[in-house]
T-cell receptor, first 113, second 115 residues
Framework: AQSVTQLDSQVPVFEEAPVELRCNYS??????LFWYVQYPNQGLQLLLK??????LVKGINGFEAEFNKSQTSFHLRKPSVHISDTAEYFC???????????FGTGTRLLVSP | EAGVVQSPRYKIIEKKQPVAFWCNPI?????LYWYLQNLGQGPELLIR????????DSQLPKDRFSAERLKGVDSTLKIQPAELGDSAVYLC?????????????FGEGSRLTVL
């Protein structure tokens, strides 16, 4: 079975500062990895995904993530955040070739002026 | 293109009452999911459909929860009777792929409050 650990429940950061949201996963098989964002009272929206190939994945809104197989991590980064990035961010894992997403508990990003 | 549509957005009921949630996936998406999201938690899969067949319902509490996807398009999730612990957001998602992986498209969710 797969599992996801998001170590930080909340990350406060000032506007225009860089941010990293951490995600570690465990799996006995190869996996696909995802980051989703959830704005208040809305559904989840895909930020980016890793399926194969380059370990550095770029997504929407200036976010990127790096897949590190040896450390079983898929941390999300943005070099300069905006107030509008305030939201809940979920890391998710799916067994390769099988469509069953398992989500982490989420990290709330709080961007202040 | 219309997204995943869920209704109602909000529902408040007394415990022991029944409740139903409806989901219309994106046109052409043959995979449909119902997820449960408790406050401060990530979504947890309740049931996954491939067309009209429930291919993964291992996490669905079958004593009080039921779901159907007649004709392989829209779907209904029912709780009868509701308990206080069922207060949560029920998310529906759909995907155009089967077997492989891809993006899941989520609706805005149905927030249930059980009093």
């Amino acid at each position: 079975a797969q599992s996801v650990t998001q170590l930080d429940s909340q990350v406060p950061v000032f506007e225009e500062a860089p941010v990293e949201l951490r995600c570690n996963y465990s799996s006995s098989v190869s996996v696909y990895l995802f980051w989703y964002v959830q704005y208040p009272n809305q559904g989840l929206q895909l930020l980016l995904k890793y399926l194969s190939g380059s370990t550095l994945v770029k997504g929407i809104n200036g976010f990127e993530a790096e897949f590190n197989k040896s450390q079983t991590s898929f941390h999300l980064r943005k070099p300069s955040v905006h107030i509008s990035d305030t939201a809940e961010y979920f890391c998710a894992v799916s067994p390769s070739g099988f469509q069953k997403l398992v989500f982490g508990t989420g990290t709330r990003l709080l961007v202040s002026p | 293109e219309a997204g995943v549509v869920q209704s109602p957005r909000y529902k408040i009921i007394e415990k022991k009452q029944p409740v139903a949630f409806w989901c219309n996936p994106i046109s052409g998406h043959n995979t449909l999911y119902w997820y449960l999201q408790n406050l401060g938690q990530g979504p947890e899969l309740l049931i996954r459909y491939e067309n009209e067949e429930a291919v993964d319902d291992s996490q669905l509490p079958k004593d009080r929860f039921s779901a159907e996807r007649l004709k392989g398009v829209d779907s209904t999730l029912k709780i009868q009777p509701a308990e206080l612990g069922d207060s949560a957001v029920y998310l529906c998602a759909s995907s155009p792929t089967t077997g492989g992986t891809g993006e899941l498209f989520f609706g805005e969710g149905s927030r249930l409050t059980v009093l």
